[in-house]
């Protein structure tokens, strides 16, 4: 049993995602998340808004370079992941603490949305997490489309059977 609190916020992308790098090259992305609760005031019958939480975030790798490619300000997101404490000291002496998600899964909201998926397969020659090298002309990893079959999806489209 994991001895980390797992969390899944939904909410908007206060900014479009930060990536950076390690020293040791690994990249990094950082974002916040605003989730505002709604509930119905069944004696107005209106919508209230509640207090917004913001939850900053970080992902690893692969992930934070496909993050900051795939998502931006303003976006609904979904994400999954375990809460993370952090405690320090300011040079004037007072401690500070932080919350934050450290990210497992993250992807855009399709409720009100629509999205396009982009399979990538990476350079293994590279290495999945290689920073740039100089005299590299493009990124190590290219799109690699999902084929489906003609038809799918569509109901009676290429075949005689009803679709249930």
């Given at each position: 049993?994991?001895?980390?609190?797992t969390?899944t916020?939904?909410?908007?992308?206060t900014a479009?995602?930060?990536?950076?790098f390690?020293?040791?090259?690994?990249a990094y992305?950082r974002?916040?998340?605003?989730?505002?609760?709604r509930r119905?005031?069944k004696t107005t019958?209106?919508w209230?808004d509640?207090d917004t939480l913001?939850?900053?975030?970080?992902?690893?790798?692969d992930?934070?370079?496909?993050i900051?490619?795939?998502?931006?300000k303003g976006q609904?997101?979904i994400?999954?992941?375990?809460?993370r404490?952090?405690?320090?000291t300011?040079?004037?002496?007072?401690?500070?603490t932080?919350?934050?998600?450290?990210?497992?899964?993250?992807?855009?909201s399709?409720?009100?949305?629509m999205?396009?998926?982009?399979?990538v397969?990476?350079?293994?020659?590279t290495?999945?997490?290689?920073?740039p090298r100089?005299g590299?002309?493009a990124?190590?990893?290219?799109?690699?489309?999902?084929p489906v079959p003609?038809?799918?999806?569509?109901?009676?489209?290429?075949?005689?059977?009803?679709p249930?």
């Amino acid at each position: 049993m994991s001895t980390n609190t797992t969390l899944t916020i939904v909410g908007n992308l206060t900014a479009d995602p930060e990536l950076g790098f390690t020293t040791t090259g690994d990249a990094y992305a950082r974002f916040s998340i605003a989730s505002t609760p709604r509930r119905l005031d069944k004696t107005t019958g209106e919508w209230v808004d509640g207090d917004t939480l913001f939850l900053r975030a970080t992902c690893w790798r692969d992930q934070a370079s496909n993050i900051a490619e795939s998502l931006h300000k303003g976006q609904r997101v979904i994400a999954v992941g375990r809460l993370r404490q952090s405690t320090w000291t300011t040079e004037e002496g007072e401690k500070r603490t932080s919350i934050d998600l450290d990210v497992d899964e993250i992807g855009p909201s399709l409720r009100w949305a629509m999205a396009r998926v982009t399979r990538v397969t990476r350079d293994t020659a590279t290495g999945a997490n290689a920073a740039p090298r100089a005299g590299d002309s493009a990124p190590a990893w290219q799109p690699k489309p999902t084929p489906v079959p003609a038809g799918a999806g569509v109901p009676g489209f290429g075949d005689d059977q009803p679709p249930f």
